[in-house]
């Protein structure tokens, strides 16, 4: 089973040629994915890899992960499953409307 990896804090330079060329080395790549910025196609410094098996996975993550790649710290480890990320609403943000009228409360008195 695929196992995949998120690696962040990538320099914003990087490819997922290179993205995909760092993890060769502790594996077989099955996937590569750089998320980029869809306005400006600009790197957003985080994508996903996703390697053959668990021990491979593994290697990566204990090999790369606080490593130096174009000069900044790199974070690697488990993808969390889609369902399993926060939202703001989750954590009490919302659309902020509410922090607006605070805020208007505050200046006005």
Do not use: C
Request: proline content about 2%; aromatic content about 8%; cysteine-free.
């Amino acid at each position: 089973m695929n196992k995949r990896l998120y690696a962040g804090n990538l320099p914003y330079s990087m490819t997922e040629e290179e993205l995909k060329s760092l993890f060769t080395s502790y594996g077989q790549v099955e996937n590569v994915k750089l998320i980029v910025d869809k306005f400006t196609g600009r790197s957003k410094g985080f994508g996903f890899v996703e390697l053959t098996n668990e021990t491979e996975a593994n290697a990566a993550i204990e090999k790369l992960n606080g490593s130096e790649v174009g000069g900044r710290k790199i974070i690697v480890n488990l993808a969390r499953p889609m369902g399993e990320h926060s939202t703001s609403s989750q954590h009490g943000g919302g659309n902020g409307q509410r922090d607006r009228q605070e805020f208007s409360r505050r200046r006005d008195n």
